[in-house]
């Protein structure tokens, strides 16, 4: 079982910066393959980034590709999303999310691959 609390949303000018932080509880984070999906108002939740369980594998939409990281500590049992040159349509709830435990696949891309989920954190872009 692994807990997952989101933090670091907020309000951010279009073209800023934010870094959201995912903490997650247990002593098996180092074995779930971890994602940051997003939803914005009025519509479905839709994949953001993932990264495998020991952070060498890294996956992104193409609608953030080249501005956001997604990265991990599992030393601290953290996992980070750094925005960058954010957009208002990058306006949403966003959420981080763990795969199942020990499973060989490198990065999770489905909701429905994941089974842990926060409960997420508000991000606004103003334009």
């Known amino acids: 079982q692994v807990q997952l609390v989101e933090s670091g949303g907020g309000l951010v000018q279009a073209g800023g910066s934010l870094r959201l932080s995912c903490a997650a509880s247990?002593?098996?984070?180092?074995?779930?393959?971890m994602g940051w999906f997003r939803q914005a108002t009025g519509k479905e939740r839709e994949f953001v980034a993932a990264?495998?369980?020991?952070?060498?594998?890294?996956y992104y939409a193409d609608a953030v590709k080249g501005r956001f990281t997604i990265s991990r500590d599992n030393v601290k049992n953290m996992l980070y999303l750094q925005m960058s040159s954010v957009k208002p349509e990058d306006t949403a709830v966003y959420y981080c999310?763990?795969?199942?435990?020990?499973?060989?696949?490198?990065?999770?891309?489905?909701?429905?691959?994941?089974?842990?989920w926060g409960q997420g954190t508000q991000v606004t872009v103003s334009s």
């Open positions: 990264i495998s369980r020991i952070g060498v594998n890294t």
């Open positions: 247990g002593r098996t984070f180092a074995m779930h393959g």
């Open positions: 999310a763990a795969g199942p435990a020990g499973i060989p696949i490198a990065v999770l891309l489905r909701e429905d691959e994941y089974h842990y």
